[in-house]
Structures are given as structure tokens and as C-alpha cells.
């Protein structure tokens, strides 16, 4: 179905995609920061102290400040802001002050045009593809920022979880009814296990932000898929936990975050949804 339209609309979709993926890497740095200097301000003035006076606390947003180097704070020009390319041509490293460009860049950017492009392979050119990537930049970008800082912010999981309902009522790809009920056995079910393992050991297993993804999933899925998806996270955690261990890469009681492997099943799900539902 990709080249229902010929080449070149292939090509053209490949560049869109790379450009959200650009945008998506803005989003996974930016985003955290954001929420960080609002959760500052708002503790202070619940604190009745007065604001910070800071050199970095100027104003900052998805748009602004352009793109600088973290390292020399050089602005980042426009010839080396095109995805892919120019982190290949400037081998991973600033122009300025030679310091190493994260492969998280360019990893980002072909993870969403791959993706992307395999949604529009599946399930062609329709109205329902337009939701389905937007379900699956939300889901790289939560991945990415949960690894990073183990956070899983409301400001994507809650939009996640609404377009899936209405995404759900208007095409049908999942019944209004189960999507509904996805949401609601999603969030719960990770609830009662955050609880249960807590009153059990005292601690805390999981981020809430996990209910809520795994509830934007089931709203996406329907409530049929979320065993599929619980159980293949579970057992890609499991292998990277036991990997990771055994090359001393991250300590037995170091916690390892769940929504990159959640976002990862409710993608393969997504793409596989009749095979795995009948599997499981």
C-alpha cells in the first residue's frame, strides 16, 4: 500500500516523517525541562518564597530558544538541523566545540520514519493512518523520555488516552465500547499492582505515569489487547533487566523504567492486533 502512490509520495512521506522525528527529539529534551521549572515555581510560590533569579530560567518552550549546543551554547545553524544528514556529515559532533552529538538524534529520527512508514505499509492511506502515527510519535517520545528521566508525563499520556476514545468513535477501528473499557482495565490494572506490591514490600514498583500509558493503550487497543501488551512488555523488562545485569551496566536494585517496553508492545500490538489477541 506504500506505493499505491508512487515513489516520490513515498519519499516525500519519508521526509514528513523525519521532520516529526526532529520535532520529537525537541520534545523528549524540552519537555522534562519544562515541567521541571514549572514544579520549581509553583513549590515556591506554595512556599512563599520569592522567584528564582537565574540566567537559565529565561523564557523556554518547544519554539524558543532555538536549537543550541548544550556544551558551547552555540546556536545550532539551519544547514545542520536536517535530520539525519547533518549529524552523518558532522560525524556526531559539534562544528564549534567538536563535543559529542547524542545518536539519540539521528536514532529518533529514523525510528519515527520507519515507523511511520510501516503504519502507512499497514493500514494505507486513510484517515485512521493520520491518528495511528500521531499514536505512534507519542508513544517514541514517552518512550525516550521515560529511559532518560523516568518520567511519563500527564501532558502526553492524558491527550494519548482522549484521542484514543475519539479516535475509537470516529473510525471504528476498535468499538467506542471497548476502547472505553481498554482505558478503564488499563489504568486499573496497574493500579491494583502498584498497591498490592506496595502494602506487600512497603514500596513503590511503578510511576503512575504507567497506569495512564498502559490506559492511553487500551483506549487505542481495546480492552482484548492489554493482556498481549502487559505480557510482552513484562518479558522484554525481564530480558533487558537480566542482560543489563549481567554486563554490570545497572545494579539488581537499580529501577528500570516500564514504559519504554509498555510502548513498545502497544506499537507491535497496534501493528499485529489480530494475530496477538488470538494468540493470547
Not at 109 to 125: N, Q
Request: charged share 10%.
Amino acid at each position: 500500500m506504500l506505493l499505491d502512490h508512487g515513489w516520490a509520495v513515498a519519499i516525500l512521506l519519508a521526509a514528513v516523517f523525519l521532520a516529526i522525528g526532529s520535532f520529537l527529539n525537541v520534545l523528549i529534551h524540552r519537555l522534562p525541562i519544562m515541567l521541571e521549572r514549572d514544579w520549581r515555581r509553583h513549590a515556591r510560590e506554595l512556599l512563599e518564597m520569592p522567584p528564582e533569579s537565574s540566567p537559565d530560567e529565561g523564557r523556554f518552550n518547544l519554539a524558543v530558544p532555538g536549537s543550541r549546543c548544550p556544551e558551547c551554547n552555540h546556536p545550532v545553524a539551519l544547514r545542520h538541523n536536517i535530520p539525519i544528514l547533518s549529524w552523518l556529515i558532522l560525524r556526531g559532533r559539534c562544528p564549534h566545540c567538536s563535543s559529542r552529538i547524542s545518536v539519540q538524534y539521528p536514532l529518533v529520527e529514523v525510528a519515527t520514519a520507519a515507523s511511520g512508514l510501516f503504519v502507512v505499509y499497514v493500514f494505507g492511506y486513510d484517515w485512521l493512518t493520520a491518528a495511528l502515527i500521531f499514536y505512534t510519535s507519542c508513544l517514541i517520545a514517552l518512550a525516550f523520555i521515560d529511559m532518560q528521566t523516568q518520567l511519563l508525563p500527564d501532558e502526553i499520556t492524558i491527550p494519548l488516552l482522549w484521542c484514543g476514545v475519539l479516535t475509537a468513535l470516529a473510525t471504528g477501528h476498535v468499538s467506542p465500547a471497548d476502547s472505553i473499557a481498554g482505558a478503564a482495565v488499563g489504568y486499573l490494572a496497574l493500579w491494583m499492582v502498584y498497591w498490592g506490591f506496595k502494602l506487600v514490600t512497603g514500596r513503590e514498583g511503578m510511576g503512575h505515569g504507567d497506569f495512564k500509558l498502559l490506559a492511553a493503550l487500551g483506549a487505542w487497543l481495546g480492552w482484548q489487547a492489554l493482556p498481549s501488551v502487559v505480557l510482552m512488555a513484562s518479558l522484554a523488562g525481564l530480558v533487558y533487566a537480566g542482560v543489563a545485569i549481567l554486563a554490570h551496566s545497572i545494579r539488581r536494585d537499580q529501577p528500570i523504567p516500564f514504559g519504554p517496553f509498555l510502548a513498545l508492545a502497544g506499537w507491535v500490538t497496534l501493528m499485529f492486533h489480530e494475530h496477538l489477541i488470538a494468540i493470547t
